[in-house]
């Protein structure tokens, strides 16, 4: 089993800065991609970034020239700088990772962190 600790939530005014932690621990061998989600109320879970082992990653339009995604696979640890935050991106951010052994995928989050961003 993976287990999954965020933090690095908060309240931000419009234009500033947070930066996400997620540290795995368990289980944590065969690791495959990990990401970041987020969501609003009332809206469906989306990602916002992803990263491969090798350190390919991907982002959503929204976060794009904004938000980096890194990790750190000797401290099985992802994270996500967010800078030039605008109130549309106050939602909870998940982690996620994704586990591959054989024919077998497991898929692991996080608890959630709040993120509220004021104009």
């Known amino acids: 089993q993976v287990q999954l600790v965020e933090s690095g939530g908060g309240s931000v005014q419009a234009g500033g800065s947070l930066r996400l932690s997620c540290a795995a621990s368990g289980s944590t061998f065969s690791i495959d991609v990990m990401g970041w989600y987020r969501q609003a109320p009332g809206k469906q879970r989306e990602l916002v970034a992803g990263?491969?082992?090798?350190?390919?990653?991907n982002y959503a339009d929204s976060a794009k020239g904004r938000f980096t995604i890194s990790r750190d696979n000797a401290k099985n640890t992802v994270y996500l700088q967010m800078n030039s935050l605008k109130p549309e991106d106050t939602a909870v951010y998940y982690c996620?990772?994704?586990?591959?052994?054989?024919?077998?995928?497991?898929?692991?989050w996080g608890q959630g962190t709040q993120v509220t961003v004021s104009s």
């Open positions: 996620n990772v994704r586990r591959v052994f054989g024919l077998f995928e497991s898929d692991y």
């Open positions: 990263i491969s082992r090798g350190g390919a990653t």
